[in-house]
């Protein structure tokens, strides 16, 4: 399984960015994919998640009716649209699937809100 972020950056509050994940070594489009999130000193955490065929998302109340995940099966990609951006939301943001009865990540992308 490999995942590999792209996308962040540094975004004034109010700003929007939109991170992908292009996932390869697994039939991406059986599995759920997660979005997760790392603050310094904190905790990761799930901020939100997409089943296979996109019928059902899940998203933490933190970012809710902010963000938005989707996803393109022909192009074994995740998607996170991030708008209204707090500097509350900086954080590494990783994607992620369950394979195998194992949770894989990806490397990681910064995602820097500041003025």
């Known amino acids: 399984v490999q995942l590999v972020e792209s996308g962040g950056g540094l975004v004034q509050p109010g700003g929007s960015l939109r991170l992908s994940c292009e996932a390869s070594g697994f039939t991406f489009s059986s599995f759920t994919m997660s979005w997760h999130r790392q603050a310094p000193g904190k905790e990761r955490e799930l901020v939100a998640r997409i089943n296979s065929n996109s019928i059902i998302t899940n998203y933490s109340d933190s970012v809710k009716g902010r963000f938005t995940i989707t996803r393109d099966n022909a192009k074994n990609t995740v998607y996170l649209q991030m708008n209204s951006l707090k500097p509350e939301d900086t954080a590494v943001y990783y994607c992620?699937?369950?394979?195998?009865?194992?949770?894989?990540w990806g490397q990681g992308t910064q995602v820097t809100v500041s003025s």
């Open positions: 992620s699937t369950f394979f195998r009865f194992t949770r894989s």
